[in-house]
């Protein structure tokens, strides 16, 4: 079987036999840490990035696939327009690396873009803080812009997505990444404005969120068009920052959405939400409500009990079973980076054996959370070997 | 019209209605009504330290008492945290200068969110609780690097310093940051919190402590100031 058709089984789309071998965030993980990058773009510049050279990063991605064999593509997501890339080149200097702006007929400007630390770097997301300006809903639609599905493609800005299908569509299973859209439409707002939103107006919020969600839905239009197979969704307002009663007004209609859509499409929906768990199962079951194709659960943490066996628990009990697939979620740091090589076996036979045996093998491996940089390249391809030798259908 | 209506009534408030009515502002997320009675009690004369105490601490202790009972959630809580410093932000000032002398602050801390990370709640929630507990508090924001933390503690004189991050990447930066103050030769108590963090974390990078709750923080900064 190849490794989208391992995924797509278990999906419910064929027999199960081997287990699906994933890693989440790969490209996030793998390439911003530099040792990593080292590892896998075989001397090319780290600058290709930020300058979007789709060629060069298909060869990295293509050497990261070879070594690690995992089932997926991560990361088939939009990139800048081609008319930016064309008119933006890196530019290395003795002092630094440059990004200029080319463009025809304009004011030629660069700035300076930076080397990932040796340690790597986590995503920062940018701080936005556009409560000054959204203020109605009118300022809603005004601000807050739409962007056809057909506009991405003809702009370009899904590049990337067809250049990932087109090279290992056939093999692996394409995954596309939205920002889900109550988390989205907070980052616009910036965090503690969007606090205040939930408990002093809601009804804005909830036009910026349905908004928000009119345009990730053009995203996933645009994904579905290019030949991606499924969509990651994280969302952060999940856990108990926000009311059971907050989510099911505010956020819940607009993810239900985006869910419906990308299902409509033949996309499998995985929600990666935090916060829930056994401690928060009134999210989790809210979160079932939806019926996205995935769940993915973090790993436990600091007593917060997001074990695969509860979940299994749970959705068996919901007879959800047929229609939800699992992620494992073996822990990031405490198992992968710190844990002893028995410790990394033991667990990854546990999750598996629950995965397979008591969830009927609709259920891909992975772990809970982007594997840090600080992870060695030898310990990764550990965890990945054993999750293949386990994995693999018994004779 | 509303206002004026209130501000009629007001004026014709107890000391104790006062108080009542700024617990009340903070246990219903209303930080203009915190505001607005903060300033009777100030025009009315009622000692600024006491309308703290008893009406903008208990109320938002009973929020506190509240979330713990998961009875209402973290947005929440954030926002009476906020109607109560908004109301903390107008009668701190009016105590009498003698007076706040005699009451010092619990301690100084600084407190941020590491570099690369932009998760705030954990470390806004604590920052405001320290704040309602007596302690002089520093926020530098989020995504702030070692040296950051660093600046600001020398410069407000930092008891101890709060460095929170929420996710296995960024974690690393709160080792940094100890290190800095230790090359420095600062004593400043080094605290760490989030939800990657646990004690073991905490003894690896040398930190002083390790929060795992708004509450442990609170306690652990007292423990830290005896």
């Known amino acids: ?395 | 019209m509303k206002d004026k209506t209130l501000k009629k009534e007001e004026t014709s408030m107890s000391q104790e209605e006062i108080f009542d009515g700024l617990r009340n502002a903070v246990v219903n997320y209303d930080d203009e009504g915190a505001k607005r009675l903060a300033k009777e009690a100030i025009d009315k004369g009622v000692d600024p330290l006491k309308a703290i105490q008893e009406g903008l601490v208990k109320g938002i202790n009973q929020v506190g008492e509240k979330f713990g009972a998961k009875e209402i959630f973290l947005s929440e809580l954030m926002i009476a945290a906020e109607a109560c410093l908004a109301g903390m932000d107008i009668l701190k000032p009016q105590i009498k200068a003698e007076i706040r002398a005699n009451v010092k602050p619990l301690g100084k801390v600084v407190m941020g969110t590491v570099y690369g990370d932009i998760h705030f709640i954990g470390k806004n929630l604590v920052a405001m609780m320290l704040e309602a507990n007596g302690f002089e508090v520093h926020d530098i924001g989020e995504d702030q690097p070692a040296e950051a933390f660093v600046k600001k503690a020398k410069e407000v004189g930092a008891d101890i310093v709060g460095a929170s991050a929420l996710t296995t990447t960024t974690r690393l930066e709160q080792e940094k940051i100890v290190k800095a103050f230790r090359e420095k030769g600062l004593k400043t108590k080094i605290i760490i919190g989030g939800a990657v963090v646990d004690p073991a974390w905490a003894e690896t990078v040398g930190a002083d402590g390790y929060a795992k709750n708004l509450q442990d923080a609170v306690n652990l900064a007292k423990q830290l100031m005896k």
């Not at chain 1, 990261?64 to 290395?92: F, Y």
């Not at chain 1, 007929?105 to 080397?115: D, K, P, T």
């Open chain 1, 1 to 395: 079987m190849t490794g989208k058709e391992k995924i797509l089984a278990a999906f419910g789309e064929g027999s199960p036999e081997d287990i699906p071998s994933v890693l989440n965030y790969a490209n996030l993980a793998l390439w911003r840490g530099p040792h990593f990058w080292n590892d896998f773009a075989e001397g090319k510049p780290w600058w290709i990035k930020d300058a979007w050279d789709i060629a060069k990063l298909l060869e990295v991605e293509e050497t990261m696939q070879r070594k690690l064999d995992i089932d997926w593509v991560w990361g088939a997501t939009l990139c800048p327009s081609r008319e930016w890339r064309k008119n933006h080149i890196v530019v290395p200097t003795a002092r630094a690396v440059y990004m200029r702006d080319i463009t025809p007929g304009a004011e030629v400007w660069q700035y300076i873009i930076e080397e990932p630390p040796p340690e790597g770097i986590h995503s920062a997301y940018p701080n936005v803080d556009l409560s000054a300006i959204i203020k109605t809903k009118e300022d809603v639609e005004k601000y807050v812009y739409v962007e056809k599905a057909e506009k991405l493609i003809e702009e370009g800005k899904t590049d990337w997505v067809e250049a990932l299908v087109k090279k290992f569509g056939n093999e692996k299973f394409i995954l596309s990444e939205i920002e889900s859209p109550l988390e989205a439409a907070c980052d616009f707002m910036g965090p503690m404005p969007s606090i205040r939103l939930f408990i002093k107006n809601p009804t804005l919020l909830k036009k910026l969120v349905d908004r928000t969600a009119d345009a990730v839905i053009e995203q996933i239009k645009a994904y579905a068009k290019m030949g991606a197979d499924g969509m990651w969704a994280w969302e952060w307002y999940t856990g108990e920052i926000i009311s059971p009663a907050q989510f099911e007004s505010i956020g819940k209609p607009a993810i239900q959405r985006c869910i419906r859509a990308a299902q409509q499409l033949g996309l499998k929906y995985i929600f990666y939400p935090t916060g829930v768990g056994k401690d928060w199962q009134a999210g989790f079951e809210s979160i079932l409500d939806m019926k996205p194709d995935g769940i993915h659960l973090e790993e436990s943490k600091k007593g917060f009990d997001t074990d695969l066996s509860w979940q299994v628990n749970v959705l068996k009990t919901r007879g959800l079973e047929d229609e939800i697939t699992l992620f494992g979620n073996v822990d990031a740091v405490n198992i992968v980076q710190e844990g002893t090589s028995e410790d990394l076996k033991s667990e990854i036979r546990r999750q598996i054996d629950i995965g397979r045996d008591e969830y009927r093998g609709r259920f891909v491996m992975d772990v809970g959370s982007p594997i840090t940089p600080e992870t060695s390249f030898e310990r990764l391809t550990e965890y990945i070997n054993l999750v293949r030798k386990h994995g693999t259908k018994r004779q």
